[in-house]
Structures are given as C-alpha cells and as structure tokens.
C-alpha cells in the first residue's frame, strides 16, 4: 500500500516503482511468486546502485521468507534494509523495516531484543508522522512486552493505546484487533498472577472478562471473521475460568459456526480442546476425551507448533484422570511431557518408568482413594522426578543428562543452533583461598545471571564442577556471539563483593554453530577448542599486561 509518506518509492525510476509495487502485492499471498520476482530484482538493484530499491525489495522477500519459515534468513535480509536504511535516515522506512525485524524476533523467542526494535521503530514512526504505522507498533510491541517478567500491566496499556491510535486513524480493523489482544493479555496476566481477593478493584479476570467482550463488540461491528474469532476464543476462555459454563457454551457454539475446519487449524485445535473443557465441566468426560483426541491427531496432522500438543495433551491428561482411565492418562502424561521437555532420551524413558511403578503401587495401596487426591499425587510425583532426573541441585539449572537428551534432539532435528560453553576464571583459586562454601554461592549466583543474560528460547546448564553450557535455539555463530558478549558484560558488571568481600569473578566463552554431519562428539570438542583458545589469548593478554607493567616501572 503506497502512502504519501513513502518518499523513498516515490523517488524511484518509474520502471523499479511497478517493480516494488508488484513485488508488495504479492508478498503476503503468493511467498514463493515474491521471491521470484525480487531475488533478480535485487542483484539488479545492488549492480545498478538502486539503494531505495534494494532496501524495499529487501524488505519484501524477507516477509515471503518468513511466509515460508525460514525465520533466520527473513531476519538476515530485513537487517541488511535496515543498515542501508540508517545510512539514507529515511524516517518512514526504518519505522517499516524494525517493526518487521521485531516481529521476526518476536517469533524466535527472543522478546527482550524484539522489543528494542520496536521501541527504535516508533522513534521514527513519530517522525515520520506515521500514525498508523505508529499503532502497528504499539499493537506488536505489547505482544511481545507481556514476555517479560512484571509487565503484563503494561503490555495491556500499549494495546489500548494502539486500538486508541487505530480508532483516530479510522482503521476500525486494526483497532478491534488490538482490543483482541487486549483482552488476550489480560487473560494471561490472570492466569499468571491470579485474583487477589483482598483487592477492591475488579478482579484480574473480570478485568479480562470485560475485555474479551468489548473485543466481541469492535469485531462484529467491523465484521472481521478472524478477529471474531480471535476476540470470541479469549471470551470463552475467560468464562471458562470464572465457571460460567452456560454463557461459555454460547460463545464457543459461535466460535464453531464461525471457524472453518481446514481453514484456520490452530483455532480449530483450541476450539475443540474449548469443547472438551466445557464437556469435563458438566459431567460429560467421554464427550470431553473424545474432542481431545480429535484435537491432538488435528496437531499432529497439521504438524502444529509444540505448545497447541501441549494445550491439548495437558487438558487430556485431566479428562482421562477424571474418568478413572489411568493407562490412557499416563499415556497422554508421557506424550505432554515429552512436548514440555523435548527430550527422547534414555533419561525421560527411566522417569516415565519410575513414574508407571509408583503409579501401580499407588492403584494397589490406595483403591478407595478420592479421585482429586488421585491427580494431585501424580501431578506433584511427576514434578518431583523430573526435577530429580534433570535438575541440578546446586543451581537448579538442567543438568548433563538433560543437556544431553536437548543436544540429540537438536541434532536430530534440520534446525540451526549453537552452543556456549562457560567456564569460571580461577575458580580453583576461588575454592581454596576463600572455601568451597563461597565457591558454592559463585556457582548459585553466575547460574542467576546466565539466567538473566541470554535470550527466552535459550536454555542454561550445568555440566558439573564450573562448566556450563547454553544451548542457542535457531541461532547461527553471530548470533552466538552476542550472546556470548551479553553473558561476559553481565558477569563483568556484576557486584560479586556481596558474597565476599574484593571478590570479583570473570568467564571465558567458547562459541560453535551446528555444521553439516556434526555429530554430539564433534560440535563438543570445536565449542572446547574455541573455549581452550580463547582461555589461551586471555592468559598471553594478562601475561603482556604484566610485562609491559613491569618495563614502565622499571628504572
């Protein structure tokens, strides 16, 4: 869509003008056509020195890589727009091209840096004077800020602010989507930090109840199916979770007139699993199990992402423990942890085993047991052998036989990743001269800011003595080296006097990305070189340090 913004198309030759203009309209709808016709485009463009070209047809064949999946290269292409964008200082383009980069973050898990992004963007959104733009913004910026620890709060203020700006702006569209993932927000901050009975303000949920129903009322007015459907999900569910069964299944009967099967099959997936819910509510577990079933083989059919499984098998557990049906339900258990977990190792095959045993021992001893008493049982045995079978106990981070169950998996997998290897400085020093009890309490708090350091997907562990390793999901070897200067800035900046005094601590980093027929042996022993070498040029730094010291006080 032009806009009387766009300086940057308007300058164009007439004949690259058709060209992006073409290469937009079919971006969205037909990826691979896009791709065709940009690609060509965009070597003609560098040859010919079109940079206006270059950053707009760069800005298309990412969105059609990302139709098609391939996140890292979206990101790759978008990122090139932007550094040529940043040299022209075109407001309206930046404010374009980091909206997009934030949304291709976003969907890497990685919100804290998708957050930047759109944080920059509406910097020259305002510039530009791009309202609209503006509230695009806004609107992704609070999905991705209610990722982040405390800020539900204000995830749902941006939301309201962007269906405000879309309101003034007339998009009556964008702005029922925007009070659509209001009030999803909002139902996930009650989910999360639940009621507060002593509070004299409506209740978190009825907070969400009415959000979800002003969300209704914008989306029907403007009769846009999707977020009709979209605003009709999260009104369902708020009912759901306040026990209102009747006006639930008022909703979710609308959900289903409204929702095409084979057209949209995530909502398909958590509509059903919406039905089931309702049915176990009222009594009804056979009908329950049944749409549960239906909803996992839609899943697995559809190849649908890790948390839909999830949803459903979460919700089927409940269902078959309901009705008695044990076998059925440790089944469903084994499939939702192998989901969570992403684990098919040895280890997770022991736990499941362990858990079947204790699970008959109990069938047997326990006969007359209520059935709620039953559940809770299970549900807190399951966690307290999964945190056995991978958790350290020192730092509660994952430990060798999960990271090792998350490699092979990784590796099994056609995804990128790679891997950071953290080793302490000295800490044998550490032990000696202060204890181990302080070289405990080091090991505690460089696992906190591990923690805090890397990006959302990734996960931390510890290998043993003070090795630890990170695993960096969809992430190549520049990726990895960010991290790796985010987790050395962090430890370098951190006030490690609390545990005891003139204490300091410092890390070296090995980095390596997954190569073709890496082999688990193969990608440890580059990630240890890297970290061995890297080890080495620290030590020869300290050691001409120390000359050089020497020679300048030297008489």
């Not at 070597?43 to 707009?56: C, S």
């Not at 008022?250 to 958590?270: A, F, H, I, Y």
């Not at 009594?283 to 499984?309: F, M, T, V, Y």
Request: aromatic fraction near 4%; glycine fraction near 6%; proline fraction near 2%.
């Amino acid at each position: 869509m032009n806009d009387h913004r766009d300086a940057l198309r308007v300058a164009l030759p007439h004949e690259w003008r058709k060209l992006v203009d073409a290469a937009e309209e079919c971006c969205f709808t037909d990826p691979d056509g896009c791709l065709r016709l940009t690609l060509p485009a965009l070597a003609r463009a560098e040859r010919g020195n079109q940079v206006g070209a270059v950053i707009i047809l760069s800005s298309f064949s990412a969105w059609a890589s990302f139709d098609q999946g391939r996140v890292s290269e979206a990101v790759s292409r978008i990122e090139r727009a932007v550094q040529l964008c940043r040299q022209l200082g075109d407001n309206y383009w930046l404010g374009r091209l980091l909206t997009g980069l934030g949304w291709f973050l976003a969907n890497l898990d990685d919100h804290q840096a998708a957050v930047e992004c759109y944080e920059e963007a509406l910097q020259h959104r305002s510039a530009a004077d791009d309202m609209r733009g503006k509230a695009a913004t806004i609107n992704n910026l609070a999905m991705s800020t209610r990722w982040i620890p405390g800020r539900f709060a204000r995830a749902a203020e941006l939301a309201s602010e962007a269906a405000h700006l879309f309101a003034a702006v007339g998009d009556e569209r964008n702005e029922a989507l925007a009070l659509s993932n209001r009030a999803e927000i909002l139902l996930q901050a009650a989910r999360t930090e639940g009621d507060d009975p002593r509070a004299a303000r409506a209740s978190p949920l009825e907070v969400a109840h009415q959000a979800a129903r002003q969300a209704v009322d914008s989306a029907d007015r403007v009769g846009w199916t999707q977020v009709m459907i979209d605003a009709r999900r999260h009104l369902a569910a708020t009912l759901v979770e306040v026990g209102a069964i009747g006006d639930a299944s008022v909703v979710v009967d609308e959900l289903g007139r409204l929702l095409p099967q084979e057209g949209l099959p995530n909502q398909w997936s958590e509509y059903l699993t919406l039905r089931a819910r309702l049915c176990r509510m009222r009594g009804d577990l056979s009908q329950a199990i049944e749409l549960l079933k239906e909803a996992a083989g839609n899943c697995a059919r559809l190849s649908r992402p890790l948390h839909e499984h999830a949803g459903v098998h979460e919700e089927l557990v409940v269902a078959l423990e309901s009705a008695q049906r044990f076998e059925e339900a440790l089944a469903a258990l084994r499939q939702y942890y192998a989901f969570i977990l992403g684990v098919r190792d040895r280890a997770t095959g022991q736990r499941m085993e362990v858990l079947a045993n204790r699970l008959d021992i109990e069938r047997l001893a326990n006969a007359a047991r209520e059935l709620g008493n039953q559940a809770q049982e299970l549900r807190e045995l399951n966690q307290e052998l999964a945190s056995q079978a991978l958790t350290d106990p020192l730092t509660q981070l994952d430990n060798r036989r999960s990271f090792d169950a998350v490699l092979a998996q990784c590796l099994a997998s056609d995804q990128p990743f790679a891997l950071l290897m953290v080793d302490v400085d000295d800490f044998k020093f550490i032990n000696d001269s202060l204890s181990h009890l302080v070289g405990d309490a080091v090991l505690q708090e460089l696992a906190s800011v591990l923690r805090q350091a890397v990006r959302g997907g990734d996960t931390v562990f510890r290998l043993g003595g003070d090795e630890f390793t990170v695993v960096l999901p969809r992430a190549g070897l520049t990726a990895a080296m960010v991290i790796k200067g985010r987790i050395q800035d962090a430890v370098a900046s951190h006030n490690w006097a609390e545990i005891a005094d003139g204490l300091s601590v410092s890390v070296t980093v090995g980095a390596a990305d997954r190569m073709l027929n890496d082999t688990a042996a193969s990608l440890l022993r580059r990630v240890d070189l890297a970290l061995l070498s890297n080890k080495q040029r620290v030590r020869r730094g300290t050691e001409r340090q120390s000359s050089a010291h020497r020679a300048t006080a030297a008489p």
